[in-house]
């Protein structure tokens, strides 16, 4: 009955609000062409490494790595957009959470550990990603304790330099976020409640679960560095969705790991520091749709799809409908919302029915 329920509110939101990619007022750069050959793509290469396994089959073994082995540490980082629900309660209304169970924000960890479940890379990395990261929140504190000037780290020259001088910072899956008094380092500004004022911390360190959740943080920024720092050499917005999933495949070897890196990337891109200073190689990917928050677009797009991959698409999209589109009145936040919602439908229908491939 949930299926259906949620099928029928997508259905009547879809059809007037959206048409394959276009929201209201806002232009994609994404086209249906485009996005059916590339669906192929990664239908054919999921299917080409899991031969044996249905969609539904994917969906419980993606789901079942990520109720056991990450939703124990979620909640040191409290992600407000979300509540868990007992599963007890979950069992009756078919829902793990309201709007979202806060585990679902990791299902791209979920991608990763399903397809390698060691996290081995084919080659070491250091961990770029980690200290790139603490450098942009060590930098942003610096700024708002009025000891640096206004920066954008994408425009500073120096940036791997800097990164590579922070490894130390980050070293053995630490994160540091105490000076050498045992305090926290964090924004100064009287007047102000400390829960207000923005830390180097990420997350709740008195959470029981923090360290755990510091570690495993520390280990997918180690495994994610190699498309990170490869996407640092390229050009603003020249490379493809298309390349960007390529590369990624030439690096760990496995479609739904690439679904889960690429994702992991864009949100600590995003979500790390404040985007005008911080965010790097989300500018990095050709503009999807119209507007000003490349990098929101980029971490939208890629998570809204490993949504959608494992059957969520329906529920996501009248949760983005109703927050993004009637509350927030966003429409390129939900124009990018149901281009990704839509392109992981291109991606089911194209590994349920192969034969459609033939035809692009």
């Known amino acids: 009955m949930k299926k259906i329920f949620f099928s029928l509110l997508a259905l009547t939101i879809s059809l007037p609000s959206f048409a ?14 485009r996005m059916k050959s590339f669906a192929c793509t990664i239908a054919q290469s999921i299917k080409t490494t899991y031969p ?23 909640d040191a980082y409290p992600i407000p957009a979300g509540i868990s629900l007992p599963g007890s309660i979950s069992k009756i209304t078919g829902l793990p959470g309201f709007p979202m169970d806060r ?28 200290s790139y990261i603490h450098l942009a929140r060590s930098r942003y504190i610096s700024y708002l304790n009025g000891e640096e000037k206004r920066f954008k780290l994408r425009d500073e020259s120096n940036l791997l ?8 910072q980050v070293a053995n899956y630490a994160f540091p976020y105490q000076d050498q008094n045992g305090l926290p380092i964090m924004q100064r500004k009287v007047g102000v409640k400390e829960k207000d004022l923005y830390k180097l911390a990420i997350g709740v360190p008195t959470h029981k679960k923090y360290d755990q959740f510091v570690y495993e943080s520390q280990k997918y920024n180690e495994f994610s560095s190699p498309l990170f720092m490869w996407l640092l050499e390229q050009e603003d917005f020249s490379v493809s969705p298309e390349k960007l999933f390529n590369k990624a495949m030439e690096i760990y070897g496995n479609p739904i ?10 949100s600590g891109d ?9 965010s790097v190689v989300s500018y990095k990917i050709e503009r999807l749709v119209d507007g000003d ?52 439908q291109q991606i089911r229908k194209s590994f349920k029915n192969p034969e459609l491939c033939g035809k692009n």
């Open 161 to 168: 330099e800097q990164i590579e001088a922070n490894l130390p």
């Open 257 to 266: 790991v690439a679904l889960g890196v690429i994702p992991w990337v864009f």
């Open 293 to 344: 928050d490349i990098p929101g677009f980029q971490y939208h797009f890629w998570g809204y799809l490993t949504q959608g991959v494992v059957g969520n698409r329906a529920r996501v999209e009248a949760l983005a409908y109703v927050y993004e589109y009637l509350i927030q009145k966003d429409y390129p936040d939900w124009t990018i919302d149901a281009l990704s919602l839509y392109f992981s």
């Open 270 to 278: 995003a979500l790390t520091v404040h985007r005008g200073t911080s």
């Open 52 to 74: 044996n396994k249905s969609l539904h089959e994917l969906r419980g073994d993606i789901l079942d790595v990520l109720r056991k082995d990450i939703n124990p540490w979620v």
């Open 20 to 33: 394959a990619g276009e929201g209201k007022h806002v232009a994609t750069y994404f086209s249906k062409d």
């Open 103 to 130: 585990s679902e924000y990791y299902i791209p960890n979920a991608f990763i550990l399903y397809g390698n479940p060691s996290r081995e890379l084919k080659e070491p990395s250091e961990n770029y990603f980690a």
